[in-house]
């Protein structure tokens, strides 16, 4: 967690494989945070991530849906071209906040 | 970000007892999205039920769903179904209007299926925000196939049309996709800047894995939808009496489960009568939505006797969920939705009885064959769930609504 965010960090194919275990700690990571006060803004390093499926975005669709659910949202970072085409042909590039480095994407919590 | 305030949705499209095609996708995208806290009603634009096929029953809040409301207003062949629909939905009033379509959705003929595709444009003229959700596109489907045109020159001359159809249904806000080769066709071909992909979803998800194991009695070999176009049973039935009549094996049955197309009346009661020479064959007929587990719970597989495509398949899901061991036909973007979704099976030309008795043969001599396929189906069906499908769909909904919101703050 920093400050108030809590950071995850995903690579390689993103596909149904790690989707599972990714929506258990974003639903986890998201009721932690709201158990302890603070709003659940979570942080997603997509930096190392080559490949994304239909189930991989649907596990960070779960978590934004959850985070606001919990007063907090979620923003990714760092899409590679690839994962960036699969974000604009189902439109969810529309539905998230998406930043180039970490930095913008943390600092635009507070904005 | 403040919560949107709860969406009341408007779907137009078949549903049960409504035998229509895509009845079962509209009762599954229904019953998961009353449960969503976005959602305060769903209102189901429903086609007219038949003589036998009972009544709508419109289903009360709970604490853990909002309110179902079907109100029938358009049929299947008839050319005012467009009118129809938008009277009941200026009645209605919902914030936001999904579509869940295809081409023949609206009518069998040219002039009743196309006048019924400008129903879209109507609604996004109507100024509520519209999404189509598109189960195939014209520029893949095999129209003599799916019984639309007859000869060669026809089906030129509805591909004409097509084109002017599809570009109706682009006018919606949003059209939907289940398929990434769908979205890049449309994108390239009519510039469309409205297209998204949106995947089929399973409709059962996160239930208990079941058996891999075989009720006892004959070895079922089932095949389930509606028949008549682009689902043959001839050659199925063909490459089972084949089975029947050859090798060492335990007792098999055919079962072949569902109704006719709407585009082909009478086509199950003519084949039944062509093979009634064949033993251990059984027509079900419609099979109601309880009855759907133990048809595929019964049996050792299912078979797609496909000749052309239609996209993502909802028969495919159901499989996965039963875990069910599968046999389908090598067709371009069938094979890849299968595989991109994570499903797997034996393959067979489609239309050859040799080559699809042989991917039968595969499955059903082979017990770890069987239950690896099926073991991978079930998997697959468990990955993304219809439910969180529906998270998409509202997301979207959500994203139009502040736009339409965005617009009016500028206009005013």
């Known amino acids: 967690m920093i400050g108030t965010v809590s950071k995850l960090e995903l690579d390689g194919r993103f596909d149904a494989y790690q989707a599972q275990g990714t929506k258990v700690w974003l639903k986890e990571e998201v009721e932690k945070m709201s158990g302890q006060g603070v709003k659940a803004n979570i942080l997603v390093d997509m930096s190392k991530v080559t490949f994304i499926d239909s189930a991989g975005l649907s596990a960070l669709v779960v978590g934004i849906k959850k985070a606001r659910e919990h007063g907090g949202t979620l923003h990714l970072f760092g899409l590679q071209q690839a994962v960036q085409i699969i974000f604009e042909l189902s439109w969810l590039d529309k539905a998230f906040p998406i930043y180039i480095t970490e930095d913008e994407a943390t600092k635009a919590f507070n904005s | ?412």
């Open chain 2, 1 to 412: 970000m403040p919560m949107p305030k709860p969406l009341k949705i408007g779907m137009i499209s078949t549903f049960p007892p409504g035998k229509g095609s895509l009845n079962e996708y509209a009762y599954h995208f229904v019953r998961h999205m009353r449960t969503k806290a976005e959602v305060s009603e769903v209102v189901i634009f429903a086609d007219n039920l038949l003589n036998g096929e009972g009544e709508y029953q419109d289903q009360p809040a709970t604490d853990s769903l909002c309110p179902l409301t079907i109100v029938p207003c358009w049929e299947f062949g008839r050319k005012r179904n467009s009118v129809r629909i938008m009277n009941a939905v200026a009645k209605a009033k919902p914030d936001v209007i999904l579509y869940n379509m295809q081409f023949a959705t609206f009518g069998g003929d040219k002039v009743s299926g196309a006048l019924g595709l400008m129903s879209p444009a109507l609604a996004r003229l109507s100024g509520i925000p519209t999404i189509v959700l598109l189960h195939n596109i014209m520029e893949t489907v095999d129209l003599q196939s799916a019984g639309f045109a007859q000869n060669a020159l026809i089906e030129n001359v509805i591909r004409g049309f097509g084109n002017m159809f599809t570009r109706m249904i682009l006018t919606a806000d949003i059209v939907a996709l289940t398929i990434p080769k769908y979205v890049e066709i449309l994108t390239e071909k009519y510039e469309a800047n409205n297209v998204v992909l949106a995947p089929h979803g399973s409709f059962e998800a996160e239930k208990p894995e079941p058996s891999f194991d075989l009720n006892p009695g004959p070895l079922q070999i089932m095949s389930f939808g509606k028949f008549g176009t682009y689902k043959k049973v001839e050659p199925l039935i063909e490459a089972f009496e084949i089975l029947q009549n050859s090798g060492d094996r335990p007792p098999l049955e055919l079962v072949i489960a569902g109704t006719d197309s709407p585009n082909a009346k009478g086509y199950l009661a003519n084949a039944q009568k062509q093979y009634s020479h064949v033993k251990n064959m059984r027509f079900t007929g419609y099979v109601a939505e309880e009855d759907v587990p133990v048809i595929f719970g019964d049996s050792a597989v299912v078979v797609f006797p496909y000749s052309s495509t239609t996209g993502s398949s909802g028969v495919l899901h159901q499989a996965g969920n039963y875990g069910k061991a599968t046999v389908l036909p090598n067709i371009g973007d069938f094979a890849e939705v299968i595989m991109d979704e994570g499903y797997t099976g034996e393959f067979f030309k489609p239309e050859d009885v040799e080559s699809l008795t042989t991917a039968i043969a595969r499955v059903i001599d082979d017990p770890v064959n069987r239950e690896k396929i099926a073991r991978q189906n079930y998997l697959a069906s468990q990955w993304l769930p219809i439910s969180e499908v529906v998270d998409w769909y509202i997301f979207h909904f959500q994203l139009l609504l502040e736009k339409q919101k965005n617009l009016n703050a500028v206009v005013t």
